[in-house]
Nanobody, 124 residues
């Protein structure tokens, strides 16, 4: 059974940083594209970043490019999202997800498994 567990969320002031982690189990982690999404209250789930199996290809949403960094450690079955220069509009529940394809995608419905999410709140 696939299980994804996000951690690292919290309350931070604007301009601050947070590092999210997503630990995966029940799957061959290195075979999956890993993605991060977020959902703010009253809004649809939004793509943040994705990384291919070997970390050779990475895809960011324009809204986070230059501020967020996605990375993965296949030996630890973990994907990370380093967030810097945080803004109040980054406030959301952040989810990690897996996708078995080879093409990085921002489409949530193409991801197979999802974690429960971790809350990130950025105060102004």
């Amino acid at each position: 059974q696939v299980h994804l567990a996000e951690s690292g969320g919290g309350l931070v002031q604007a301009g601050g940083s947070l590092r999210l982690s997503c630990a995966a189990s029940g799957l061959t982690f290195s075979s999956y594209v890993m993605g991060w999404f977020r959902q703010a209250p009253g809004k649809e789930r939004e793509f943040v970043a994705a990384i291919r199996r070997s970390s050779g290809s990475i895809y960011y949403a324009d809204s986070v490019k230059g501020r967020f960094t996605i990375s993965r450690d296949n030996a630890k079955n973990t994907v990370y999202l380093q967030m810097t220069s945080l803004k109040p509009e980054d406030t959301a529940v952040y989810y990690c997800a897996t996708e078995k394809g080879v093409v990085l995608t921002a489409i949530p419905s193409l991801y197979d498994y999802w974690g429960q999410g971790t809350q990130v709140t950025v105060s102004s």
